[in-house]
């Protein structure tokens, strides 16, 4: 299987107020093949955060390498980062990071826009995507004058919007209740098997793991166990 990214003994340390240092991971090793999608799972404080960030290119690891279809990230300059996260890689956050002035229709229009979709194509395939999370009738509506599932799910029409090669989501479902996040899931886990869309998602929730083609447990900044599921 083609594998879309690959980390190789990544460590990230953390220099703090009094001159220690948390080890925030050490030797972390993965592969991601397109089209999967994979969850890290583990307690808080466990580097959850500090992982997908430095995979998707927000962070820079102290050691090791990560390689973005066959590309060693920390050789890109700036500009070349910038670009690869505008164009290939999209982010979902906890928190949902929605444009409040704008409806939800202008949110996915604007986020096609710093991609550098092209602009003739664009009110077009937000809406397409809108539809495709369930939200045909609330496009209008601006993230304040929707429920936190509905903003979520904003956030993941943004995200595919411009057909990235991965979408890392860092606790999408840990600020909704269980059925709302169930349905979310639900989506992802859509999205990953028709467009072949490669997902790197963190949870602490049990129930959402049985969605994810590979699971990798941390416990201190390290991996700790590896499991596949097979899934249709
Ligand atoms: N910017 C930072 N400065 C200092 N310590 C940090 C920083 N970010 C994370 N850490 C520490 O690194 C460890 C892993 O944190 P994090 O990746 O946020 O875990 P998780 O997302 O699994 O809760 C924790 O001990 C945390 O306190
Ligand atoms: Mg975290």
Redesign the pocket.
Known sequence: MEKVLKAEHISRD?K?GDGSV?H?LTDINLEVGKGELVCLR??????????INILGALDRQDGGTVWFCGEDTAKLSDAGRDKMRRQKLSFVFQSVALISTMTALENVEFSLRLAGYPIAGRTKRAKECLTRVGLGKRMDHRPGELSGGEQQRVAIARAVAHKPEIIFADEPTAALDFSTGTAVLGLFRELVHDDGITVVM?THDEAMMELADVVYS?ED?EIVDIKRNNIE
């Open positions: 953390f703090i948390v925030a583990g307690r808080s404080g466990s580097g959850k955060t500090t992982l963190t941390l900044g």
